[in-house]
T-cell receptor, first 111, second 111 residues
Framework: TQLLEQSPQFLSIQEGENLTVYCNSS?????LQWYRQEPGEGPVLLVT?????EVKKLKRLTFQFGDARKDSSLHITAAQPGDTGLYLC???????????FGAGTQVVVTP | DAGVTQSPTHLIKTRGQQVTLRCSPK?????VSWYQQALGQGPQFIFQ???????QRGNFPDRFSGHQFPNYSSELNVNALLLGDSALYLC??????????FGQGTRLTVV
């Protein structure tokens, strides 16, 4: 069983549409991170959420951490082709920074 | 700052062979972690090096070994390659458990 379950696995939308991807767990976390990975590249950190109920915005991306700190969502408004990529959520499971990732949501935005 | 650099970018090996992958961390970083990312999956933690020692290890067999040099660069060695070892191998560097930066990865194909 995966510690972090991401849904959906794959999302294909047209430019200008909105989308939401989810990251769920039965465990409670002190923080959760979202990464974007483009083909041929390593993951790049987008945001870290720390407080239950926290909402963070990064341009057209809105990240929310669940009140119970077990789940998180990423909402993209007016998606653009540049938003195409694999979106990964991850948690640090120890004090040395070991990361555990979900399987990711592959997002494809077509013009 | 060159960021995290990995070499080679692509590699094809035959079953049973051995492979060495290399990673140069971001300037100022002293901790190197290695991850394996199979197609369609999130990265899986292999091990982490700090002060030239393996500090922690994920659920990978002893065929996977590593090394960290005095300049903080690192190598990942895999012996007796299996078809299932085909994956993207990612190196991440960090300092004092701050944000981890990932390299672009080495795509290993075992035939």
């Amino acid at each position: 069983t995966q510690l972090l379950e991401q849904s959906p696995q794959f999302l294909s939308i047209q430019e200008g549409e909105n989308l939401t991807v989810y990251c769920n767990s039965s465990s409670v976390f002190s923080s959760l991170q979202w990464y974007r990975q483009e083909p041929g590249e390593g993951p790049v950190l987008l945001v870290t959420v720390v407080t239950g109920g926290e909402v963070k915005k990064l341009k057209r991306l809105t990240f929310q951490f669940g009140d119970a700190r077990k789940d998180s969502s990423l909402h993209i408004t007016a998606a653009q082709p540049g938003d195409t990529g694999l979106y990964l959520c991850a948690v640090s499971t120890d004090s040395w920074g070991k990361l555990q990732f979900g399987a990711g949501t592959q997002v494809v935005v077509t013009p | 700052d060159a960021g995290v650099t990995q070499s080679p970018t692509h590699l094809i090996k035959t079953r049973g062979q051995q492979v060495t992958l290399r990673c140069s961390p971001k300037s100022g970083h002293d901790t190197v972690s290695w991850y394996q990312q199979a197609l369609g999956q999130g990265p899986q933690f292999i091990f982490q090096y700090y002060e030239e020692e393996e500090r922690q290890r994920g659920n990978f067999p002893d065929r996977f070994s590593g090394h960290q040099f005095p300049n903080y660069s690192s190598e990942l060695n895999v012996n007796a390659l299996l078809l299932g070892d085909s994956a993207l191998y990612l190196c991440a560097s960090s300092f004092l458990n701050t944000e981890a930066f990932f390299g672009q990865g080495t795509r290993l194909t075992v035939v």
